[in-house]
């Protein structure tokens, strides 16, 4: 288990809908980032945070938007949901905001778009 | 643009045999560090393994070892004395010198391991 948790573990919403999901960070970890995990398929990267600040961004429309607070914690949220956002996202925390850290993941949000 | 290649959608290996699982990426970078991932049915993604693009020397955990070739851009896995806990999805991952942290993960190699 690692120390980075996220909520809801499922979700159910409906087309057009908004939502938030949430996650805490390990502790001592500054960075966190987000990403889309369609069924049988990989993570895409959908952006990352270091210290507050957006400090990358994947191929993701604006209605993905995100926020990290003071305590590093994180938020995803999703505008106008479509079908297609349907997909297990996960949360990973790093210390530090290069690529050179391990990322520990959470065990994931499973959303459904119906 | 980097992308990771995982041709191998399933792949199975007997309890105590040794099974390598495949991956190629390609970059124009040369300073990188390529990972594999396992993620077991609980959906958490753990770390197995990872190798820093600029150290020749392939990198060991236990029972698990890479094969990094470097001009053919290809890092496999080798898992030897497979155990049953070693069943899961197994990703290969990117991130370059200017990614910032950023993961770029392969499809995806599912392993059985049977009794």
């Known amino acids: 288990e690692t120390g980075v948790t996220q909520s809801p573990t499922h979700l159910i919403k409906t087309r057009g809908q908004q939502v938030t999901l949430r996650c805490s960070s390990q502790?001592?970890?500054?960075?966190v980032s987000w990403y889309q995990q369609a069924l049988g398929q990989g993570p895409q990267f959908i952006f990352q945070?270091?210290?507050?600040?957006?400090?990358g961004r994947g191929n993701f429309p604006p209605r993905f938007s995100g926020l990290q607070f003071p305590n590093y914690s994180s938020e995803l949220n999703v505008n106008a949901l479509e079908l297609d956002d349907s997909a297990l996202y996960l949360c990973?925390?790093?210390?530090?905001?290069?690529?050179?850290?391990?990322?520990?993941f959470g065990q994931g949000t499973r959303l459904t778009v119906v | 643009a980097q992308t990771v290649t995982q041709s191998q959608p399933e792949m199975s290996v007997q309890e105590a045999e040794t099974v390598t699982l495949s991956c190629t990426y390609d970059?124009?970078?040369?300073?990188?560090?390529l990972f594999w991932y396992k993620q077991p049915p609980s959906r958490q993604m753990i770390l197995v393994i990872r190798?820093?693009?600029?150290?020749?020397q392939n990198a060991t955990e236990n029972r698990f070892s890479v094969n990094f070739q470097k001009a053919a851009k290809s890092f496999s896995l080798k898992i030897s004395d497979s155990q049953l806990g070693d069943a899961a999805m197994y990703f290969c991952a990117y991130a370059g010198g200017t990614s910032y942290g950023k993961l770029t993960f392969g499809q995806g190699t599912i392993l059985t391991v049977h009794p």
């Open positions: 970059t124009s970078e040369s300073d990188y560090y």
């Open positions: 990973a925390s790093r210390s530090g905001g290069g690529r050179d850290t391990e990322a520990f």
């Open positions: 190798q820093e693009a600029y150290k020749q």
């Open positions: 945070y270091y210290r507050e600040e957006e400090n």
């Open positions: 502790s001592g970890h500054n960075t």
